[in-house]
């Protein structure tokens, strides 16, 4: 299996790299976010945006890599929930002459979330912290007790607990099992994030956010400082 992280290394290099034209751009950290179902995750990364007024990236990631192969953002959206059986798909592939190859797929996938990453804001799941590993962007991983979760979960959504806790263990499966399908990393692996935030015992999100928030101001702060020493 090639080196994913030397090869996404590349990629941003390659992408980021000025041409002989081009004017220096100025560096604003993008957050990447993976995180539990039922851990607040999306709710903290909303508040994050909303206080960094960045904007929040999920919905138009399938939407842009949908644009780039052609095809619609519901067929999208099942190569996202389900990359590992993408290979079921091949009369879709045979009738409408596209290609949803995985390889395509990934390859349109992490040009999207590089060109978010440049540009700046909150990027939420789809393995964007294994993208953005080797730029100035702040990686998050909120997580929370399957316990917990499911308490959330099942408040919520009107679900019993037994009926949430099967849901969260399914959705957290399927997020993982995406991300190891497509760069082979594990998101229970805390060294491939800056900072992991457990919310079991964070009742209000917004000081989730806020501590977030203090944390990208200082990745920010310490891109600076290397550009200038530099």
């Avoid at 079921?88 to 002459?97: A, C, D, I, P, Y």
């Avoid at 991300?179 to 805390?190: H, K």
Wanted: aromatic share 6%.
């Amino acid at each position: 299996m090639p080196d994913v992280q030397a090869l996404i290394q590349a990629m941003l290099a390659a992408a980021t790299a000025p041409g002989p034209t081009d004017k220096p751009r100025e560096k604003v950290p993008a957050i990447a976010i993976s995180r539990d179902y039922g851990s607040g995750g999306d709710e903290i990364a909303e508040l994050l945006a909303q206080r960094l007024h960045l904007k929040l990236y999920s919905q138009e990631m399938i939407d842009r890599v949908a644009k780039r192969i052609g095809t619609d953002p519901d067929t999208v959206r099942q190569l996202d929930e389900s990359i590992g059986r993408v290979r079921e798909m091949w009369l879709t592939r045979l009738f409408s002459g596209q290609d949803l190859s995985p390889d395509t797929y990934k390859r349109h996938l992490v040009d999207v979330i590089f060109s978010l990453g440049r540009a700046g804001g909150v990027l939420l799941g789809r393995g964007s912290h294994v993208v953005l590993s080797t730029s100035t962007a702040l990686r998050v991983r909120i997580t929370g007790s399957p316990t917990v979760c499911a308490k959330r979960v099942a408040a919520a959504e009107g679900l019993s607990y037994d009926e949430a806790l099967e849901k969260i263990r399914e959705i957290n499966h399927n997020r993982g099992k995406f991300v190891w399908d497509l760069f082979g990393v594990r998101t229970s692996e805390a060294n491939n994030f800056d900072i992991v935030v457990n919310t079991d015992r964070l009742i209000d999100f917004n000081q989730a956010a806020a501590m977030l928030e203090h944390a990208y101001h200082a990745i920010g702060g310490l891109s600076e400082s290397a550009d200038v020493s530099a």
